[in-house]
């Protein structure tokens, strides 16, 4: 099975839209972190937000929260005002407590319309 | 400025040729990985290395072998290149747990085998 899965391999969002990008995870850990990371077209890897598993409260980074629902084991990226600078992949990301490796989705493109 | 250096950027072998991608990170991480991006596929784990002097297989190993230099250096080599290798190399590194902010990684090699 799938550690994280992504459902949507394309996304368009008008220019000052909020924009929701979908992330299911499948562990069977009590303890973990969840990862979303932002790849332009440039290529490289940045870093958005965290959210750990025992934190009740959803994690905002600015513009950006996680939309945490346990019980679902879902971990929505919500990114609020968009803007054309958000055009890019995001990738959602897991790392269980007993393990090392962090497990990433296929990724979702984003494009924001002007 | 810290982080994960990683050379060379671009390459560019012939079938059955042999390379060395170099990964270096300044930030005292005990953990360091190799990740490949192919489209619609995502970031696949090739091997990691959990700590100095230890070395592990990824969800994608063959045709790759690692070397955990030092604590700050985790080389990926290909003896003999494939065209199924054509990919995107990453190197990451992180810190040991579920939290923070995960991995960091390098700006990426993207690899072209004729």
């Known amino acids: 099975a799938q550690k994280i899965t992504q459902t949507q391999p394309g996304m368009f969002v008008q220019e000052k839209e909020a924009v929701t990008l979908d992330c299911t995870y499948d562990t069977s850990d009590q303890s973990y972190g969840l990862f979303w990371y932002k790849q332009p077209s440039s290529g490289e890897m940045i870093f958005l937000i965290y959210?750990?598993?025992?934190?009740?409260q959803n994690a905002t980074e600015g513009r950006y929260s996680l939309n945490f629902q346990k019980a679902r084991k879902s971990a929505n990226l919500v990114i609020s005002a968009s803007q054309l600078g958000d055009s890019a992949m995001y990738f959602c990301?897991?790392?269980?407590?007993?393990?090392?490796?962090?497990?990433f989705g296929t990724g979702t493109s984003l494009t924001v319309i002007p | 400025n810290a982080g994960v250096t990683q050379t060379p950027k671009f390459q560019v072998l012939k079938t059955g040729q042999s390379m060395t991608l170099q990964c270096a990170q300044d930030m005292n991480h005990n953990s360091m990985y190799w990740y490949r991006q192919d489209p619609g596929m995502g970031l696949r784990l090739i091997y990691y290395s959990a700590s100095e002097g230890t070395t592990d297989k990824g969800e994608v190993p063959n045709g790759y072998n690692v070397s955990r230099l030092n604590k700050r250096e985790f080389s990926l080599r290909l003896e003999s290149a494939a065209p199924s290798q054509t990919s995107v190399y990453f190197c990451a590194s992180s810190e040991a747990g579920t939290g923070g902010r995960g991995y960091t990684f390098g700006s990426g090699t993207r690899l072209t085998v004729v």
């Open positions: 959210q750990g598993s025992y934190d009740e």
């Open positions: 990301a897991m790392r269980e407590s007993h393990g090392n490796q962090f497990y």
